[in-house]
């Protein structure tokens, strides 16, 4: 790899090392760093997206009781979310990379649908349908973001989904007398609109 770099570099003048690219990539990787996740989501993220972080917060915290952990939990989702739309709007995928991301988004979708099915048609919830499709999920990303990120945002991953993944979550929040009816009903909201915004394209 290092001849390869060193090759590079003589052909070009010597500059292969600087690329405007990655430095900016670099730079909003650090900014994000030290921003507060709040302030994140605000720069980052459209408002549907940071309305649908905040209710996952909300249930997330009552169900486990834990303010900490449930704050944990969302960090980390969110700088998922963040850092894969900054590697994107660089053109850091490959076009493979981006086959497999909107895949993910076709299989986002497709779990989308199910969870507003699930609470608004009585007697349909399926936990271990859940259980796969979030594990489906979780793999997809981790593909995706391989090569880019670093193991640090692959624990991330699979802190989120280990969370929400969780069959006992789930039973929880999809029983119909569920204490979290009304904060699921918000996210039902926020699911319907982000169908209606996000269009995986066309191949």
Same mark, same amino acid.
């Given at each position: *790899?290092? &001849?390869?770099?060193? &090759? +590079? ?15 900016? !990539? ?11 996740? /709040? ?5 980052? #993220? ?6 649908? *972080?905040?209710? !996952? ?15 944990? =939990? ?14 994107? /709007? ?10 497999? +991301? ?10 989308? *649908? ?13 936990? *271990? ?8 999920? /979780?793999? #997809? ?26 069959? +006992?979550?789930?039973? +929880? =929040? ?8 009304? &904060? !699921? ?8 609109? !982000? ?9």
């Amino acid at each position: *790899m290092s &001849q390869i770099r060193t &090759q +590079a570099m003589a052909e070009s003048g010597g500059d292969a090392g600087f690329n405007s690219k990655n430095v900016a !990539l670099r730079a909003q990787k650090k900014v994000l760093s030290r921003m507060s996740t /709040r302030k994140v989501a605000k720069s980052f #993220m459209d408002d549907t997206t940071a309305d649908l *972080m905040d209710n !996952l917060y909300r249930i997330a915290r009552n169900h486990c009781g834990n303010k900490r952990e449930a704050e944990k =939990v969302m960090k980390d989702a969110v700088k998922i979310v963040v850092k894969i739309g900054i590697l994107f /709007r660089n053109e850091q995928f490959s076009a493979d990379e981006l086959r497999l +991301a909107n895949d993910f988004v076709r299989k986002f979708r497709s779990l989308a *649908m199910t969870v507003v099915s699930f609470y608004e048609v009585e007697f349909t919830y399926d936990k *271990m349908f859940l259980v796969r499709t979030l594990s489906e999920c /979780r793999e #997809m990303l981790h593909r995706l973001i391989q090569g880019h990120l670093t193991e640090k945002s692959h624990g991330r991953i699979d802190h989120v989904f280990n969370f929400f993944g969780d069959g +006992a979550f789930l039973d +929880a =929040v999809f029983q119909r007398e569920s204490p979290h009816r009304k &904060q !699921l009903g918000l996210i039902v909201k926020n699911l319907h609109t !982000l169908m209606d915004e996000v269009e995986p394209a066309q191949t």
